[in-house]
């Protein structure tokens, strides 16, 4: 199956300092992304729709201003956590969908990073 | 009312045992549905598809009744390397909902 990658996988940070996010679809291209947030013992909750070329869609309660998301390419999508405190720590997660000759509802994920924010 | 809501578990069960897992979804809109399965500090990866008509995949049936917006997943014969914990996802319009999860742990 295509294959999605994230860096870095874990990252450890200071209140008050941003994080950078990177989600790569290695062997297709993903017009659309989506970032994904997940508390421990908690289901993946969607945070927002990144789709190439224009900006991202952001679900309710999600802060675009804090959770600044780019997606510059048909590869690559970046998540920044800025100015993070430590309820931003969680699991997050990306996923790409490979239009090409399959379900337009397949989603490959990333592997994740954990961010933790002390 | 969650929009996907599952049974958290855990289910602990010996090898080789049969375990259901059950499924409600609210939006009746919803078009495609999936197991997915997670394991411990990892990213889910897609396990089957679920149809109405049902289907198979080895040791594996998922069942969908749209009437009661309701899915299943049945496992037999399990293994110990099943443990992990098992995703109910619903799509409508391209717009994928997870349900919490149900933990399930197979004991030698």
């Known amino acids: 199956g295509a294959v999605v990658s994230q860096h870095p996988s874990r990252v450890i940070c200071k209140s008050g300092t941003s994080v950078k996010i990177e989600c790569r679809s290695l062997?297709?291209?993903?017009?659309?992304m989506f970032w994904y947030r997940q508390f421990p013992k908690k289901s993946l909750m969607l945070m927002a729709t990144?789709?190439?070329?224009?900006?991202?869609?952001?679900e309710q309660g999600v802060e675009k201003d804090k959770f600044l998301i780019n997606h510059a390419s048909l590869t690559l999508s970046t998540l920044t956590v800025t100015s993070a405190h430590p309820e931003d720590s969680s699991f997050y997660i990306c996923?790409?969908?490979?239009?090409?000759?399959?379900?337009?509802?397949?989603?490959?994920f990333g592997p994740g990073t954990r961010l933790t924010v002390l | 009312r969650k929009e996907v809501e599952q049974d958290p578990g855990p289910f602990n069960v010996p090898e080789g045992a049969t375990v259901a897992f059950n499924c409600t979804y609210s939006n009746s809109a919803s078009q495609s549905f999936f197991w997915y399965r997670q394991d411990c500090r990892k990213e889910p990866k897609l396990l089957m598809s679920v149809y109405s008509s049902g289907n198979e995949d080895g040791r594996f049936t998922a069942q969908l009744n749209r009437a009661s917006q309701y899915i299943s997943l049945l496992i037999r014969d399990s293994k110990l390397s099943d443990s992990a914990t098992y995703l109910c996802?619903?799509?409508?319009?391209?717009?994928?909902?997870f349900g919490a999860g149900t933990r399930l742990t197979v004991k030698p």
């Open positions: 062997d297709f291209q993903a017009t659309t």
């Open positions: 996923s790409a969908r490979d239009h090409a000759g399959v379900p337009t509802d397949t989603q490959y």
């Open positions: 996802v619903v799509n409508r319009n391209n717009d994928m909902r």
């Open positions: 990144s789709n190439e070329g224009s900006k991202a869609t952001y």
